[in-house]
């Protein structure tokens, strides 16, 4: 193994890992994004992770066999990243097999099976097979999966309805509890949407806010990259309520669009929080995206598509 090729199989295996090792804090210097959130809570920092490439730094391990202490330094690392990423495994890869999910009919026609963090796109070729289940949370057996890219969503091409979905094993609550989300303000290319928990039992609700995720799809650019071959994708996917802020792209060889949001620390909830019988509590995310339409739905229960989902109603953003 040469020297080169040391250099580069680390690098790839960061890359393609999506763990990222190397943390920098750069500030977002958007003055009128930060007056219009109009929160005392918000900062203007954002957290942004990089990839920093080891080559030049492994040039400072010399001595005798310096492809022996490289080769030394590969291997620590391959290790620490195995270890550190084997909890996301279910996270990550997307084969064929059982998925679980809402499945949902966007305002285009597109289908997904939508589980809350993430969700699973469903081919045009397939799609009409789950018409009649629209809005149902159930499990399916995913025959052909195909997913460009790791971490990532993927595109069901073949598959076969089981039945409903399973109960969820986690240690929270999800029967009787729903979700509602609406629209509370539009500005430009900012909007708001205020998302309400409620709990409609008759007795306390431990609610894990990790666990609520939301997606806001959009008609498909032109030439994306996205495992979506029907007329709309997701432009902000992955992520939940806990989690605070993000920022995604999405474009083609000619332009690169941003989709980015954030939630004020004095509307985040806690991630493990209890909720009276008949009580509710809301959150605001407040969205900054570039004109067109778009679709937010959100989620509670439904894990790495694993488990039966809460699903919120569906709201159609326009800007222009």
Known sequence: MTDGMVRHNITLVLAISGKVLVGVTSPLHSPSWGSWCKSPDYNDDLEVLTLQSPGDRMNGFHGRDGVGWRLLVFVCLVGFVCA????????????????????IFDRWGGCILFSGVYLMYVSETVSDQLRPYEGQAI???????????????????KLKVL??????????????????????????????????????????????????GFALLSEKIVGALTPSDGPS???ITRSDIFTGRGRWGLGNSEK???????????????????????????????????????????????????????????????LW
């Open 84 to 103: 550190s990423l084997a909890g996301q495994a279910n996270a990550g890869i997307r084969a064929p097999g059982k998925y679980s999910g809402v499945v």
């Open 139 to 157: 499990e399916l057996d995913a025959l052909e999966v195909i997913q460009p890219m790791n971490p990532g969503d993927g595109l069901i091409r």
């Open 163 to 212: 039945g409903p979905a399973p109960p969820s094993t986690r240690p929270f609550t999800f029967d009787g509890i729903t979700l509602d989300a609406q629209l509370v303000t539009v500005k430009g290319s900012r909007t708001a949407i205020e998302l309400t928990v409620t709990n409609d039992g008759a007795t306390p609700a431990k609610i894990d806010s990790a666990q609520i």
């Open 233 to 235: 994708t997701a432009v």
């Open 256 to 318: 690169i669009y941003s989709y980015a949001y954030m939630i004020p620390d004095s509307l985040r909830l806690p991630q493990s929080f209890q909720l009276p019988p008949y009580m509710s509590r809301s959150t605001q995310l407040r969205f900054e995206l570039p004109a067109g339409h778009y679709q937010f739905l959100a989620g509670y229960g439904g894990g790495v598509h694993e488990s039966k989902l809460n699903v919120s109603n569906p709201v159609s953003i326009d």
